[in-house]
């Protein structure tokens, strides 16, 4: 289906919108609102999709010249045969196409300074990356259409983001062939196998919602990997240098190019990761019943935990107050979460004050950041999923 106007979610609620997106208007510096063609760009956004992912998707689901075995093959191997089909061997062809300026110094600094963040990168990416983005309804409803939003499900997606995001940050993760070049590739593929049934569904409602997994949408969810991931570490007192902070903006733009993100929606710095993040909020929808039903599930994942009742008590509560601390009140009331005392927040400050600004900066104080999170990271692995690592979510049959 062909739609040429903005779909009505866009600035559905400018009041809302504005509300929301102040705090991110502060640090995206002088001259943040989006001129005209920044408008214009992000009307656009929406009505675009990933065409490469796409291409590959058609020939396996329309012109039935590419087998689902094919891609899998392809997707587990890191690339096409010379005697594979030839949309397959475009996709390959396409992504091997590395633009000239990602440096691989830049990107292994950007992987190393994500794995020395630790535990607190998890508190960031599960209460300020994931439950900050279920605030807007702007990409919820293909993720709704799934079914995946309660229960054990959680706990799997949950596990199959961190499985993904440790993969794309390990050494050498993003060399081709490598487990986090290969995931990228693999989620990329699996949006657009998604993106090809909704857009197939009469019920999907285009004049509202635009494309289904749509470039805006990708490059809001790109931002709260990079950018919103450095401003929420900063807020629990995580020292971030400016060399690494750099580095990982480069390493998440890569990221980005590599699942389908167009280049003029990459962040690359963090000035503009931080303009974009503000762009698309203030132009997002407010929360729908989607987004309260998602974030209850992600605060009750813990009734899920191997623990005991108080122990669950603990973290509920443990989970509420950084919360609380990352995204403020008015986000909390938005999601229909109670707002808590942020004690939990103030306790990762006065913990990163000794860790990342003492232990960090000391004569092989980096290497103990990176053992300490190491050693954290499997502890927390072993007590939610015990010995069986979390996967990576399937490519629709």
Known sequence: MVVSAAPSRFAADRA????????????AGPGARPGPAEVDALRRGLLR??????????????????????????????????????????????????????DDDLLARGAEACRTFGHDAGLVLTHGSLLGGYRTAAALEPLARTGRLTGEETLR??????????????????????????LA??????????????????????????????????????GVFSTSFLLHLRLLGVRVPRRDAAAVMHLW???????????????????????LLYHFLSHDPPPDENSRTLAAALIDMVDLAPYGPLRRRWERERALSVST????????????????????????????LGWTQVVGRLPGGRLRLLVRADRHH????????????????????
């Open 185 to 222: 590739l693999h989620v990329r593929v699996m949006h657009g196998f998604v993106n090809h049934h909704l857009e197939q569904d009469p019920t999907w409602e285009w004049d509202l919602r635009g494309v289904p997994i749509n470039q805006y949408d990708q490059a809001s969810t790109l």
């Open 253 to 275: 733009s890569y990221v980005g190019w590599l699942m389908g993100v167009d280049e003029e929606w990459l962040p690359r710095t963090e000035r503009r990761g931080r303009r």
């Open 16 to 27: 809302w919108s504005a509300r929301a997106a102040a705090p991110l208007r502060w640090t």
């Open 378 to 397: 499997r502890r927390q692995e072993r007590a939610w999923h015990g010995e069986a690592a979390p996967g990576i979510g399937a490519i629709p049959a």
């Open 325 to 352: 601390w990352l995204l403020g009140p008015a986000a909390m009331r938005d999601l229909g979460l109670p707002v808590r005392a942020p004690w939990y927040g103030v306790w990762r400050v006065a913990a990163n």
């Open 157 to 182: 997606r949950i596990g199959e983001t961190t499985a993904w995001w440790r993969a794309v940050t390990a050494p050498a993760g993003l060399e081709p062939g490598a487990e986090g070049h290969r």
């Open 49 to 102: 999709r990933d065409e490469v992912a796409a291409a590959l998707v058609r020939a396996v689901r329309e012109d039935r010249t590419v087998s689902m075995r094919e891609v899998h093959a392809a997707l587990a191997a890191g690339g096409a045969g010379p005697d594979a089909p030839a949309p397959l061997r475009d996709f390959f062809a396409a992504v091997a196409q590395r633009p000239d300026w990602v």
